[in-house]
């Protein structure tokens, strides 16, 4: 696989119609079923499973999961007319706090599904106007709508599950466990 852009150093043009934001909810829909359909296809070994330092598949989906609670905290600063939204942790701490490979798959899938149901039936709430609605973003440094900040959760999703996909391939039962 070619080498990947890391997450921090991608650009965004956020320059797409407002009135994409149903698609867009229809991408961050799917990602509790793609999380479950790869957990499936795998060993339990090889969703634990660590390629040096960097996180399992299991702990990609809980990476997932944990950073909804960021999106709902950003997504109630730009309803309420915030300047500016708050900044990711970008050591992730929680991800690594969690411990997700000592958890059932079953638990992490499920905390992936209802937290990204529940910042669904938000999303579902809103008025179209709401999406065009902006606060800026503290790393990339620009103005971020809501249906940006939307886009930027399932490119971050999508970022995740390439990598998961690549960890599936490049496991191998006589790897050893790190």
């Not at 359909?37 to 070994?45: D, G, K, N, Y």
């Not at 960097?54 to 600063?77: K, M, P, V, Y």
């Not at 399932?154 to 039962?173: C, I, N, V």
């Amino acid at each position: 696989m070619p080498n990947r852009v890391p997450w921090t150093e991608r650009t965004f043009a956020f320059d797409g119609p407002v009135g994409v934001y149903p698609e867009l909810m229809e991408r961050l829909r799917g990602a509790p079923a793609r999380a479950e359909e790869l957990a499936r296809s795998v060993t339990p070994q090889a969703l634990t499973w660590r390629d040096g330092d960097t996180w399992s598949i299991q702990e990609n989906i809980g990476h997932l999961a944990d950073l909804e609670e960021l999106f709902t905290a950003r997504l109630d600063e730009i309803m309420a007319g915030a300047d500016s939204l708050r900044p990711a942790d970008m050591t992730n701490r929680r991800t690594h706090e969690a411990d997700h490979n000592t958890r059932p798959i079953e638990a992490v899938l499920s905390d992936l599904r209802g937290r990204r149901a529940g910042l669904l039936d938000r999303l579902e709430t809103l008025a179209p106007a709401d999406f065009a609605r902006s606060a800026l973003h503290p790393r990339l440094g620009r103005p971020m709508r809501l249906v940006d900040m939307m886009l930027f959760h399932a490119e971050h999703d999508d970022y995740h599950f390439a990598r998961m996909r690549e960890l599936a391939r490049r496991f191998r039962p006589s790897s050893p466990r790190r």
